[in-house]
């Protein structure tokens, strides 16, 4: 990268060293005998600032003249005006029909008002696969930047799944102060992987079982689980459903020859992560993936080269294996948050590499993470090639077609991000996956229901947010034009639009206001102090103004 210093070999030494827990966490294996506990690490050396962004609550505000989409999977509605009280939504008024507002039905006047014609208004955005990195891992990336990039494009609640053996107690404690709105946070729903709850290795059902009413002790609301023995991965599903805990999973090849979706799901897996043990579960002619004989799991090229010919060797599309699977998840009331954003690298690596936000919005750190690595998770392009990307777009063709469908039959299917990995950037991944969703068969407001009732639903917290509802917290975004007709306006980047009486090219989206308990941040002043955090960044590192890009020796002349 264009003015980049060598990498200390302190720093090079903390990126082994989380690579190497990474690699354990995808292997299903627990912590390293004698190896720091991660309930026993001192608090993450990361403060979160305290907010002085957001205006409100007040005891009444008014959003005038608005075009709602509420969630639901109903259409469009409106104009309304939306009355705001505190933190949440005291009444929806209708106004009359577009082109007609009837003045004499409009809401009384409020302490504050918004005169918001020409604008849709959407529940705030869940992201139900998150991971809140900090100064303190291996992507030196400060927590404010990625709470503040998810805010300002609209995202509220967030599932954190664990990353970087951060305490569990450091998390709940963002939690609390996101809940108090003293930092400009979403709310947070926390699933510590599985494997980092205790200072010991899981390895039979007690200790398992233990485990499960640890993390719930110490804040919990749910736990993520990658692997583990047979025995001890089913009692530990078994004491979650016990206490009440909800579940999710991602199904690592090590495990997926005991542990597929069916039988996970069996022992009361709630839900699954990305795609891994949904096409294993419908293998008719193996009961293996066929591997190469020199597969070595922990080489990522040869993992996610391989995951790339993962759906080929499944049942095909309404065969008897198919629907097999499909029809047992729905009778289990399963949830499915694909991630497909997560490995949309795979099959365009030139497209996520060279994206149009990474030049301003990506911290040269984080791109010091994305950049070709063998130590770097998700940094697997050591040669990354044209038969990789083909294999993955017909990956990608038959995964989309088993979750489009899952949903048309009533099925459960939420928005995740999973950004921080493989040139998939906070917030920004978040509208990609939605835009993915879309090429997957959603319509518009299929997606919009996905992003923000489902996902709800998913974390238990639907009575709460999800919808836009009188009762409702007020948790809101707001964007000038219509999401539904092109989600481009919901990028933090905005889109490109030819002024026709003008002659001039103009970028116009960008969410304009997210609303969260009532208190309404500018968006765009959100997205300024990112890029501040960004250019400085490249500033101490001498980096100039420009295309970020990745350095290499030309060998090729």
């Known amino acids: 990268m264009q003015g980049e210093k060598t ?14 827990a990474a690699l354990l966490a995808i292997s299903g294996m627990g912590p390293v005998a004698g190896q720091a506990a991660p309930a026993e690490r001192a608090d993450v050396a990361d403060p979160i600032p305290a907010r002085t962004e957001g205006i409100g609550p007040y005891s009444r505000v008014i959003l005038r003249n608005v075009i709602m989409v509420d969630g639901t999977g109903a259409p469009a509605q409106g104009p309304y005006d939306i009355v705001i009280s505190n933190d949440r ?37 869940v992201d139900t696969h998150t991971h ?8 030196n990336v400060p927590s404010d930047y990625i709470l503040k990039l998810w805010m300002a494009h609209g995202v509220t609640t967030v599932r954190d799944v664990g990353s970087g053996g951060r305490p569990i107690e450091w998390l709940a404690d963002v939690k609390r102060r996101s809940e108090r709105n003293e930092i400009v946070a979403p709310r947070i729903e926390i699933y510590p992987m599985f494997q980092d ?51 999710t999973m991602h199904h690592a090849q090590p495990v997926v020859a005991y542990a597929d979706v069916l039988q996970t799901s069996a022992h009361g897996l709630d839900s699954m992560e990305h795609w891994y043990g949904l096409p294993e579960a419908m293998f008719t002619d193996r009961r293996l993936q066929a591997f190469p004989n020199d597969f070595i799991n922990t080489d990522e090229q040869m993992r996610f080269g391989e995951a790339g010919r993962l759906w080929q060797q499944a049942g095909k599309p309404g065969s008897e294996a198919w629907n097999n699977v ?32 990474h030049d301003e919005y990506t911290l040269p750190s984080l791109w010091d993470w994305y950049r070709p690595s ?14 990789h990307e083909m294999a993955w777009k017909e990956n990608y063709r038959l995964w989309m077609q088993f979750v489009n469908e899952y949903k048309n039959r009533g099925g ?32 518009p407001l299929e997606v919009i229901h996905a992003a923000t009732q489902e996902g709800a639903r998913a974390l238990g917290v639907d009575d709460e947010v999800g919808t836009i509802r009188v009762g409702r917290k007020a948790d809101l975004v707001i964007v000038n034009g219509n999401p539904l007709a092109n989600m481009k306006l919901l990028f933090g980047t905005g889109t490109l639009r030819l002024n026709d009486a003008t002659g001039q090219v103009e970028r116009v989206g960008g969410i304009v206001y997210t609303v969260k308990d009532g208190i309404i941040y500018d968006a765009r002043r959100l997205r300024a102090e990112v890029r501040d955090m960004v250019a400085r960044q490249r500033a101490e590192r001498g980096i100039p103004a420009g295309p970020m890009v990745i350095e290499a020796v030309d060998v090729s002349r």
């Not at 990498?7 to 190497?20: D, K, Q, T, W």
């Not at 009359?96 to 955005?125: C, K, M, N, Q, W």
């Open 7 to 20: 990498m200390s070999s302190g720093r090079a030494n903390l990126f082994r060293f989380l690579a190497g």
């Open 89 to 125: 939504i005291a009444e929806i008024r209708s106004i009359g029909a577009p082109g007609a507002i009837d003045e004499s039905r409009r809401a009384e006047p409020g302490d504050h008002e918004i005169d918001l014609t020409g604008h849709y208004v959407l529940p705030g955005f």
């Open 132 to 139: 809140l990195h900090t100064l303190s891992d291996g992507q």
């Open 197 to 247: 709850i205790l200072d010991r290795p899981v390895n039979d059902p007690e200790t398992a079982r233990l485990a499960v009413r640890e993390a719930q002790r110490r804040g919990a609301s749910g736990i993520k689980f990658i692997g583990g023995a047979e025995d001890v991965l089913f009692a530990a599903l078994d004491e979650a459903e016990r206490v009440g805990l909800r579940t």
């Open 326 to 357: 499909m029809d047992q998840l729905l009778e289990r009331n399963f949830v499915l948050s694909p991630t497909f954003t997560a490995y949309l690298t795979s099959r365009d690596f030139m497209r996520m590499s060279r994206a149009a936000w």
């Open 374 to 387: 063998r130590v770097n998770h998700g940094s697997y392009w050591f040669d990354w090639t044209t038969e």
């Open 412 to 443: 459960a299917v939420t928005v995740g991000s999973d950004s921080g990995y493989i040139y998939n950037l906070y917030g920004f991944g978040y509208v990609q996956e939605m835009e993915l969703l879309r090429e997957a068969g959603f319509s």
